[in-house]
T-cell receptor, first 115, second 112 residues
Framework: NAGVMQNPRHLVRRRGQEARLRCSPMKGHSHVYWYRQLPEEGLKFMVY????????ESGMPKERFSAEFPKEGPSILRIQQVVRGDSAAYFC?????????????FGNGTRLTVT | GQQLNQSPQSMFIQEGEDVSMNCTSS?????WLWYKQDPGEGPVLLIA?????ELTSNGRLTAQFGITRKDSFLNISASIPSDVGIYFCAGRPKAAGNKLTFGGGTRVLVKP
């Protein structure tokens, strides 16, 4: 997991607050993916971004969730007006390109708890 | 959407035993990947399979990409305590980039 940096590792928010999750990809990686993992389940795809562009957001909830990957700085996953059901581990992964043989490297995740 | 059925959901191992787990899908995948996740950490890639029928080893781990492209298995030989963790299969359909579909995981525990 070395290389993909996510922060914070743990985040507690009250219902209605905003959550901002940050991800710095591995050096040289320009493709970033966000996945969500509920307790006792596998990871589910949320969104795929390249620098300044959203390529595929088919796994993102239609409301309250947004993602960006600016030219400078980390990728941000933003959840507005959080609800208890948003409590989960959010993982970021990066790769060099979208090719078949470009393995995904995951960060250690941000564990969001909504109280 | 696509679903991967991973089994068993959990298993107990004794040091030295061989372990097997598998994933099946109703859809075809072009790539199969196996990850291990330790508590509080992200998934770590163990083995990647790119061709139907491919058999690949990584130390004590062996994985195969099924001929039908709808299944894969992972074997761990001569298990050791640090093999404990959750193992996930993941499939990548053609032209999906790195939009992976994950199985539900196999939790490997040590026999008391």
């Amino acid at each position: 997991n070395a290389g993909v940096m996510q922060n914070p590792r743990h985040l507690v928010r009250r219902r209605g607050q905003e959550a901002r999750l940050r991800c710095s990809p591995m050096k040289g990686h320009s493709h970033v993916y966000w996945y969500r993992q509920l307790p006792e389940e596998g990871l589910k795809f949320m969104v795929y971004l390249q620098k300044e562009n959203i390529i595929d957001e088919s796994g993102m909830p239609k409301e309250r969730f947004s993602a960006e990957f600016p030219k400078e700085g980390p990728s941000i996953l933003r959840i507005q007006q959080v609800v208890r059901g948003d409590s989960a581990a959010y993982f970021c992964a990066s790769s060099t390109d979208r090719g078949t043989h470009s393995p995904l490297h995951f960060g250690n995740g941000t564990r969001l708890t909504v109280t | 959407g696509q679903q991967l059925n991973q089994s068993p959901q959990s298993m107990f191992i004794q040091e030295g035993e061989d372990v097997s787990m598998n994933c099946t899908s109703s859809s075809i995948f072009n790539t199969w990947l196996w990850y291990k996740q330790d508590p509080g950490e992200g998934p770590v890639l163990l083995i990647a399979l790119y061709k139907a029928g491919e058999l690949t080893s990584n130390g004590r781990l062996t994985a195969q990409f099924g001929i039908t492209r709808k299944d894969s298995f992972l074997n761990i030989s001569a298990s050791i305590p640090s093999d404990v963790g959750i193992y996930f299969c993941a499939g990548r359909p053609k032209a999906a980039g790195n939009k992976l579909t994950f199985g539900g995981g196999t939790r490997v525990l040590v026999k008391p």
